[in-house]
């Protein structure tokens, strides 16, 4: 499966909703304490956690749920139903969500995807995660390094081995980290954070955003590549909305300083990590519909 791929796979998987197959889309971006979609997504989370409370009969005043509960035969780990309403949610993740929020009458197959536009997303650490398969929680490691989310530079600093440093080493499943500010060509030089939780920009890089190389052909004899990226940005998509989609950055200049390869985005810069082992998606469970 291929990171464009990926994106198609947030666009359309079905969901097991009221003892139905329904088709599911996730299209929408979702940062965890940024924005409406963030502020729904805490309020749904709230309306599903009191549901769940009430159908596995605990007891009153209860306001949180156990890491892992079952739920007709099947169990559940609460800090996944964290993730989908935080931005960090699998597929797989969200179809336990949306099925257990069927069973506690907060949506149905008629009310799916208005839910979903309404209270889901996914941001971009999280779709990144995802598909390279890092920090899903399970029944036996319900918090896993990773469970709640990955920042960009976080990924920067994972495999320095794996840096990209001459253009004909970029490869699709690259991560693609964005950066700003890069001073003395050096992203690993940090901006500080001020008291007021902005970045003084004088004194090092932010690495803001972060997608995935998802197509990418070197101009032999050039400079030159063009690049498509697969991200989830909060920029308006094809989808309709504003999550995962795959950008086409045309035909780019690759430039090459303090031995990495970056490309320019606007004023940002792009540079590039690689991952050594091949990416491990976490995927839909297979509804027919």
Sequence with gaps: ??????????????????????????????????????????????????????????????????ETFDVQGDSYVTNSLKRVYSGKGAPDEIQDALWLASLCGLVDGSSLNTYADKNLG??????????????????????????????????????????????????????AIFFCDVKFNNPDVVAKKKSDGTYDTTSGSQAFHIGLVSDVSVAAGTNMVTLEIAESSGAQASSGGNGVNVRSLGQVKVSVANNLVYCPDGANRIYFIGRPSPPQPYMPYSYCA
């Excluded at 995802?130 to 530079?153: C, D, E, I, K, V």
């Design 1 to 66: 499966m291929s990171a464009s791929d990926y994106v198609d796979t947030y666009l359309y998987f079905y969901s097991w909703v009221n003892d139905t197959f329904a088709a599911t889309r996730v299209r929408n971006y979702l940062q965890s304490g940024k924005g409406t979609q963030s502020t729904n997504a805490t309020q749904a989370l709230s309306k599903l956690t009191s549901g769940l409370v009430k159908l596995l009969g605990l007891p009153k005043g209860t306001w949180a749920l156990p």
């Design 122 to 175: 996914i941001d971009c650490g999280g779709f990144v995660a995802n598909y390279w398969g890092l920090g899903h929680p399970t029944l036996s490691s319900y918090n896993p390094p990773g469970a709640t989310g990955f920042l960009p530079r976080t990924f920067w600093g994972m495999f320095p081995n794996l840096r990209r440093r001459r253009p004909s080493e970029i490869r699709v499943d690259d991560a």
